[in-house]
């Protein structure tokens, strides 16, 4: 997945959410100290006002929804719907 958005080129917003049953340990968020530079950027769902306020600082990158807990052999990575901010 890493390898797909590197090739995309320009920069990535990732929310990522989990499922009822997540485990604890299995951890998708993680990001490099300098957040700001950082060609992909990893966040946690939160409610869509929380979104949007994250989308708006990141207004230059592509925005992407990640279903970590998916019963599927690679999660599922969607463009993130913006009209959900409009």
Known sequence: MITRLERMGGKHL???S????????D????????IDEASMVWAQDMETAQNCKLIEYFKD???WSLEADKDQPI????????????
């Open 18 to 25: 989990y499922g009822p049953k997540h485990l604890i340990d």
């Open 61 to 63: 990158r592509h925005i």
């Open 14 to 16: 990732i929310i990522v």
């Open 27 to 34: 951890e998708w968020v993680y990001n490099k100290a300098d």
């Open 75 to 86: 999660p599922n990575l969607q463009p993130y719907p913006r009209k959900l901010c409009q």
